[in-house]
Nanobody, 123 residues
């Protein structure tokens, strides 16, 4: 079992900044992809930023230049630094981790999601 927990959401004024954190824990052998998604009311969940084990990073066009994803592999943690927040960034932000879990036998693939953290952007 691999658990994923996000933190760092809250209320911020337009133009402000927030940093989200996500930590995976449990029987982890390795983590490959670590991703941030968001879902606003009435909208589909969308991929915001992603990073892979090789250091590759990608962003949605809507957040390029404003958001930065980073990870600390030793801590199984990924961050999302969000600057110059806009009202349209308001959503529940979810962390998704993909990798292999340890245990008896061959490592098994996992695809785990956190419960989400609310980001509200309002003056």
């Amino acid at each position: 079992q691999v658990q994923v927990v996000e933190s760092g959401g809250g209320l911020v004024q337009p133009g402000g900044s927030l940093t989200l954190s996500c930590t995976a824990s449990g029987s982890i052998f390795s983590i490959n992809g670590m991703r941030w998604y968001r879902q606003a009311p009435g909208k589909q969940r969308e991929l915001v930023a992603s990073t892979n084990a090789g250091g590759g990073i990608d962003y949605a066009d809507s957040v390029k230049g404003r958001f930065t994803i980073s990870r600390v592999n030793a801590l199984n943690t990924v961050y999302l630094q969000m600057n110059n927040l806009k009202p349209e960034d308001a959503a529940v932000y979810y962390c998704n981790c993909l990798g292999y879990s340890s245990g008896s036998g061959i490592p098994k693939m996992f695809d785990s999601w956190g419960q989400g953290t609310q980001v509200t952007v309002a003056s």
